[in-house]
């Protein structure tokens, strides 16, 4: 069966979930081949292995923490041109997109970005891409080379297939290039001991609603009882109640979490744009006219000081 590269996205060995998401679609167009790269790269190995990788290609040297992405598009280029794929899959991060654009160049392929979800094709995998601020679903397939398709984090769910995940040495010359942006400093974000916005499951947001951001503490307490992000309107973020980190919407970030739930937000096209592929959605709004509940699963016509609470207290008494 033909292989398939799927990058790993991992923190000193720790592979982070739209890794293994992308394992679940790689197995959909052949067998999967990780490549695991810097500090703790061969400690992936055994959540690869677990979730379907056959052969887990590692490579670690002081270039991939010290430079920017170009030592890690040299590795992958090399482990292309070991394997010849049908695919190569990469996470939808800022740098997992820069990395596949890098070497769609390198390889003359075409590059698929953003994609929501990937399907076997009889000319190859065939990614589907939401699009126009979701007003759009397009299939599409990579016409030239070996294609290069990034997905977004929840496209696809983490599923166990035990294989063999093999460890083997991946050898990587590093291009003149990859030195050329060196490193300084880092500075580590403080963590709010919540998931990563674009990566959550569960993402809860406020917008104007909200109304100060002394506020933010209920919409946090009914995240933090579901294991949620925060996000925010650019309303919100705008009035300077929530970082601007934290914005959703075509400004913003894109989610796509299992559930998102809405409060005091009104439903933007521009909002709309960065949450309207989340599988399940939820808006509470004192406001019945509202047009964030043209697109909602389930929608609460009410006052969010109210609601929230009793939400949050409804989830917490249910955990015990
Ligand atoms: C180029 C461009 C890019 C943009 N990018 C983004 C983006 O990335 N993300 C984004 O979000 N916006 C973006 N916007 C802004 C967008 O157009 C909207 O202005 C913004 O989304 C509105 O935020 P909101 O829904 O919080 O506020 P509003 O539209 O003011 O809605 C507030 C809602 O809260 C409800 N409400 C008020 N009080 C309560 C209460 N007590 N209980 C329940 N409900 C209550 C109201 O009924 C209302 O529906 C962009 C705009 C432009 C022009």
Avoid: C
């Avoid at 081949?33 to 887990?56: I, N, P």
């Avoid at 070497?103 to 891409?129: F, K, N, W």
């Avoid at 579901?226 to 919407?249: E, T």
């Amino acid at each position: 069966m033909a292989e398939v590269l799927v990058y790993v996205d991992h923190v000193d060995g720790a592979v982070r979930k739209p890794t293994l998401e992308l394992l679940t679609l790689a197995r959909r167009v052949g067998e999967p081949v990780a490549v695991a790269l810097g500090k703790g790269a061969e400690g992936t190995a055994g959540v690869l292995a677990e979730h379907g990788a056959v052969r887990v290609l590692t490579a670690d040297a002081p270039e991939f923490a010290d430079y920017l992405v170009v030592p890690k598009v040299d590795a992958l280029q090399a482990a292309h041109a070991v394997l010849s794929p049908v695919a190569v899959l990469v996470p939808s991060s800022v740098e997992g997109k820069e990395i596949a654009a890098r070497l769609a160049v390198r390889i003359g392929s075409g590059v698929i970005t953003d994609a929501v979800d990937l399907e076997a094709g009889e000319q190859g995998p065939v990614a589907t891409q939401s699009a126009f601020a979701a007003s759009f679903t397009t299939r599409s397939r990579v016409s030239r080379g070996t294609p290069v398709i990034t997905v977004k984090p929840n496209s696809a769910p983490v599923e166990a297939a035990p294989a063999a995940g093999a460890v083997e040495a991946l050898a990587v010359s590093f291009s003149a290039l990859a030195t050329g942006t060196k490193v300084l400093s880092r500075t580590p974000r403080e963590s709010t001991g919540r998931p990563e916005l674009t990566e959550a499951a569960i993402v809860v947001s406020g917008g104007r609603g909200v109304n100060g951001a002394e506020n933010f503490a209920i919409i946090e307490a009914l995240a933090d009882s579901l294991g949620a992000a925060v996000g925010a309107s650019r309303a919100a973020v705008d009035a300077g109640w929530y970082p601007h980190s934290s914005q959703v919407g075509q400004t913003g970030k894109s989610v796509s979490p299992q559930l998102y739930i809405a409060s005091g937000i009104s439903g933007a096209i521009q909002h709309r744009a960065g949450m309207q592929t989340s599988k399940t959605i939820v808006a509470i709004n004192k406001d019945a006219e509202a047009p964030i509940f043209d697109l909602v699963d389930y929608g609460v016509v009410g006052d969010l000081f109210q609601v929230v609470p009793q939400l949050t207290d409804e989830v917490n008494s249910r955990k015990g």
